[in-house]
C-alpha cells in the first residue's frame, strides 16, 4: 500500500495550467476539484493513522476518488 499522496498535480502534470483556468472558469471543476483535494487528504490521514478508518470506509473512499479523479480528466479532455 502507497502512502504517497495522489495530488492532481501529479496525476496531470501536463495539465496544470488548464486545472488552474477551469478552476477560475468553471464552477463544476472547481467543486470535483476541491472534493478530490479533501478526500484524498482524508485517505491519506487513514493510511497514515492521523485518523485510521476500517477497511470498507477506505476502499469507499478510494473508490470515489477515483470517480472524481475520471470527472477531472474527463473535463481536462472536454477542454
Do not use: G, W
Request: glycine share 0%.
Amino acid at each position: 500500500m502507497s502512502h504517497t499522496p495522489h495530488e492532481l498535480i501529479e496525476e496531470f502534470p501536463n495539465q496544470i495550467v488548464a486545472m488552474q483556468s477551469l478552476k477560475e472558469n468553471d464552477a463544476h471543476f472547481a467543486k470535483i476539484y476541491e472534493e478530490y483535494h479533501a478526500l484524498n487528504r482524508a485517505i491519506h490521514r487513514a493510511e497514515t493513522d492521523v485518523e485510521p478508518t476500517d477497511d470498507l470506509h477506505m476502499s469507499e473512499m478510494r473508490k470515489q476518488r477515483m470517480l472524481l479523479k475520471d470527472q477531472v480528466a474527463a473535463a481536462l479532455r472536454a477542454a
